[in-house]
């Protein structure tokens, strides 16, 4: 087989039905720029939870004299006494999930506070008095919260037991909703590409079947009157798949590094690097290649007679 | 070269065999006419030979090769040995005469330099000579039906299978074509000629294999187109 004589025939199918093959090589792209970017979205993912997760505590807030006076109904009793704080460090530290517990008096809280919010209308109003001490626990296994938080929810002197968790889960959620969204239109595109691609394929079989007739005549292999289809749908696929490699570049380097430049607004955020992005380029374009060519190759197997 | 040993062939869909135990030899250099009207069995004799269709019963040999028993990626190695020719001469029209011929070269995997001189070489001998860059667009229908043999004959087939080759061609045009097919078989090649043609026939007077409604009816010597009452 000569390579020459193959590329030459490509070059002539992919320009007969050039509107096809710009449908093929647009949704090719859409379809794994999506998947792509599905799949960077979960290392996202992972890479936030392993290090929020690794941060987070669960708080337990003890109620202060503002919220007795302003009737909060778990402060009824009054603001939290020592020996009622007293009594949840000892039972915490009975739990063998917990890992440490730090105190936090309101004036710390203050001070934090004002460090994280710093000249906000809500932060200058605020006084130190109506900051609420806290317990910050870390615990062992952050999946066994739940335990933590029933056994000291609703106990006098507790105003509330926050886990922090339970509010990043919430995020976390979101993100996998996004995530299973756009593998769902992942999959509508690719099943739009594959059948634009036996359909490429149908039309280019049909307006070469008196080439390929002479040729199977002649005995020439049957790889040998494939190839070229196959050929043109994978050439196809790869330009396409090259775009989506493209779009995934730009994507993260206009959503984090520049233009959005998220990674600037939210600095708490661990976003995840080029590294996690160049690993995706070469799947996506194996992908690209080797998805419209086994396409064509079962199209032809039923549009063009070997 | 060709047997076939109580052959028949029925197609899905259909209640009548196209071809009904069929039983026939023919050695290597002959020159076969194979006639019948049309829905006779004809063509379907043709795709068996060429093993574009399988025999539903019965073996087919062609080239002492067991059809049946040929699995699909030896196919083309078998088509290789023959040559094929037909009615509607199935030349591509955006190619020139020479192309056309080289085009079954090429697509075999020939080399090049075998390919540049064994396509003037071949038509010259179908008397085409100088008229490589023709199209085939520009050329009367008996020299685009040479530049088809040409093309069949140019891989130097051991059997030549030829489906009504003269049916577009008027009589003095067909006849030029017969000498030509004739000195093809003289070179060795087998011959298969599916016709029409009552003059060509009786002109020829080779061996006249008449098929009727699937059966093999009449396998005749130096035979003519139909019965002499």
Not at chain 1, 259 to 271: H, I, R, T, Y
Not at chain 2, 88 to 104: H, I, Q, S, Y
């Amino acid at each position: 087989m000569r390579a020459q004589f193959v590329l030459s025939e490509i070059g002539v199918g992919l320009r007969r039905n050039l509107t096809m093959t710009f449908a093929v090589v647009v949704s090719v792209a859409l379809s794994l720029a999506l998947f792509g970017g599905a799949l960077l979205m979960r290392n996202q993912v992972n890479e936030m939870k392993t290090y929020w997760y690794d941060k987070v505590n669960i708080s337990i807030y003890f109620c202060n004299k503002n919220d007795a006076e302003t009737g909060v109904p778990q402060c009824a009793k009054g603001a939290v006494t020592a020996e009622q704080k007293q009594q949840v460090k000892a039972d915490l530290e009975k739990m063998d999930i917990v890992d440490k517990v730090y105190y936090e008096d309101a004036d710390q809280a203050f001070k934090h506070y004002k460090e994280q919010f710093g000249d906000t209308p809500m932060a200058n109003v605020l006084t130190p008095d109506q900051m609420q001490e806290s317990y910050q626990i870390k615990l062992k296994d952050p999946e066994k919260y739940k335990v933590v938080t029933t056994a000291f929810q609703g106990r006098a002197g507790v105003q509330a037991v926050e886990d922090q968790r339970s509010i990043l889960d919430q995020l976390f959620e979101l993100m996998n909703g996004m995530n299973v969204a756009a593998l769902f239109l992942m999959g509508l595109m690719l099943v739009i590409a594959l059948m634009l691609i036996v359909n490429t394929v149908r039309v280019s079989a049909f307006s070469r079947r008196r080439e390929t007739g002479i040729m199977r005549l002649v005995g020439a292999s049957s790889f040998y009157i494939q190839a070229p289809f196959i050929m043109e749908a994978a050439v196809a696929g790869l330009i396409g798949g090259a775009l989506a490699c493209v779009m995934l570049v730009l994507g993260r380097y206009f959503l984090i590094d520049h233009g959005l430049a998220l990674a600037d607004k939210m600095e708490l955020v661990n976003f995840i690097g080029w590294d996690a992005v160049l690993t995706k380029l070469p799947l996506v374009l194996a992908i690209s290649l080797l998805m419209p060519a086994l396409a064509a190759f079962f199209a032809l197997r039923k549009y063009l007679k070997v | 070269m060709i047997r076939f040993d109580n052959v028949s062939k029925s197609y899905p869909k259909q209640n009548r065999p196209a071809l009904r135990d069929v039983s026939l030899e023919v050695e290597k250099g002959e020159f076969v006419f194979l006639v019948g009207s049309s829905g006779s069995g004809k063509s379907t004799f043709l795709r068996l030979l060429l093993r574009e269709e399988r025999a539903s019963q019965g073996q087919v040999h062609v080239l002492g090769k067991d059809l049946a028993r040929l699995s699909n990626w030896k196919v083309p190695q078998m088509r290789r040995q023959l040559g094929t020719v037909f009615q509607d001469f199935r030349l591509l029209p955006n190619k020139t005469v020479a192309e056309n011929v080289a085009f079954a070269q090429e697509v075999i995997g020939k080399p090049r330099g075998e390919i540049r001189k064994a396509v003037p070489q071949v038509l010259d001998l179908v008397g085409l000579g100088g008229k490589e860059d023709r199209m085939p667009g520009e050329l009367s229908g008996g020299e685009q039906q040479r530049v088809a043999i040409a093309r069949a004959f140019v891989n130097r087939p051991m059997l030549l299978i030829a489906d009504e080759p003269t049916g577009n061609l008027d009589p003095q045009t067909s006849v030029g074509i017969m000498k030509l097919l004739d000195r093809i078989n003289r070179t060795g090649t087998t011959v298969v000629m599916a016709t029409h043609d009552q003059q060509i026939v009786d002109q020829m007077r080779k061996r006249v294999i008449e098929l009727e409604k699937g059966r093999l009816v009449r396998d005749q010597s130096r035979g003519v187109y139909g019965y002499q009452h």
